[in-house]
């Protein structure tokens, strides 16, 4: 089987580059496609002799304003070279599911969403742009949905993330596919000592504008409750413009830090709409309980009183009852573990594995 890779880009570290991580080490001598690469942050993780970018690498500040060039993705995508190759993985919640195989390849797709900046998220990113670029990214967005709709014919497999993702490929492309969960690190995070459990929310995200953060950073300033918001991005200045004095920002945290981080927290707040939701998997095999915004992934992933506590609205005053709920409340570490590790590492390898194997030889 000679296969390809193809990821959106490389640029900063998420749940889809986790999952990129494992595709690499399981096709070792698979190349990389993706638009722009950042080599100085991932070069350990993705050598540069194993990456090849597109044209807009070469474009000015592309590892920074990549975004800004979304009309020219579909473009970039279809300029990959996949020639020779029987099997093509693409790894895509943009515009990596629209490369073109050759005409007998494979084309299996790990579909984190359909393209989220025009179809679920177009207003959430619109809503952030001033008036000039929300009035040319809108005049866009009919071009690249048909697009989108149209490169998903190049696919001849789709494995969803989750069930939600499931239903919008079935709602857009008009498509089944087989879901298979993100890899959760369950053996990397475990939980602590209940002596070290501190009294301290928690955010491990990137400070993105669709991940809602400003609701948990409301809540916790309006209950004067200490909140820990670990990750970096877009939003930061925001975000610190309207924290309270309880609200602390810690900047990126390294995989060395973040289990103890999870593990020693009171809980872990996660106002995001998520495709599926790696982090509350993972703060679950680390004994910690997640106040979720329940729509989206969160509802496959986090039990209701059992391993957290679920909110109707994404609002900061739907957060507070919440938050308020949770405080009377009593959880278990063992059914807190046996839900986050029924996620794991080696189940999301075997899947994948027998999924991509499977659909090269015919057998799915």
Not at 62 to 87: C, I, N, Q, T
Not at 138 to 163: A, C, M, N, Y
Not at 235 to 244: N, Q
């Amino acid at each position: 089987m000679n296969l390809a890779i193809v990821h959106d880009w490389l640029t900063g570290l998420g749940g889809a580059e986790r999952c990129l991580k494992v595709f690499s080490e399981l096709w070792p001598d698979a190349p990389i496609f993706v638009s722009v690469y950042n080599a100085e942050k991932f070069a350990d993780w993705f050598p540069t002799g194993r990456v090849r970018t597109s044209f807009i690498q070469r474009f000015p500040r592309a590892l920074k304003w990549y975004r800004h060039y979304l009309p020219l993705m579909p473009r970039a995508v279809e300029s990959y070279d996949l020639r020779g190759f029987d099997v093509v993985l693409s790894s895509s919640h943009c515009a990596a599911g629209g490369c073109i195989p050759e005409a007998d390849a494979k084309h299996i797709s790990y579909c984190y969403t359909p393209m989220r900046y025009v179809w679920d998220l177009k207003d959430t990113y619109a809503s952030r742009m001033n008036p000039i670029v929300r009035a040319v990214f809108s005049s866009q967005v009919p071009g690249l949905r048909r697009w989108d709709v149209k490169r998903s014919e190049r696919v001849t497999h789709f494995v969803p993330i989750s069930e939600t993702v499931h239903e919008r490929i079935r709602r857009i492309y008009g498509r089944n596919g087989r879901v298979i969960y993100p890899p959760v690190r369950d053996s990397l995070f475990q939980p602590c000592k209940p002596s070290e459990k501190e009294d301290y929310y928690l955010v491990l995200s990137r400070l993105v504008s669709y991940k809602r953060l400003d609701v948990a950073v409301e809540a916790c300033t309006r209950m004067k409750r200490r909140l820990i918001v670990a990750g970096d991005g877009a939003e930061t200045s925001r975000l610190k413009k309207i924290a309270g004095d309880t609200v602390e920002f810690i900047g990126f945290v390294s995989e060395r830090d973040a289990p103890s981080l999870v593990a020693k927290a009171r809980a872990l707040l996660h106002p995001s709409l998520e495709d599926f939701g790696i982090v509350p998997c993972e703060a679950a095999c680390a004994g910690t309980p997640t106040i979720a915004y329940g729509v989206g992934g969160a509802t496959e992933t986090v039990i209701d009183s059992m391993t957290g506590v679920l909110f109707p609205d994404q609002t900061s005053d739907s957060m507070i009852d919440a938050i308020e709920r949770f405080e009377r409340m009593t959880f278990d570490t063992a059914i807190l573990r046996k839900q986050g590790g029924k996620f794991g590492e080696e189940r999301f390898r075997t899947e994948i594995w027998d999924a991509v194997t499977g659909a090269a030889k015919g057998e799915w």
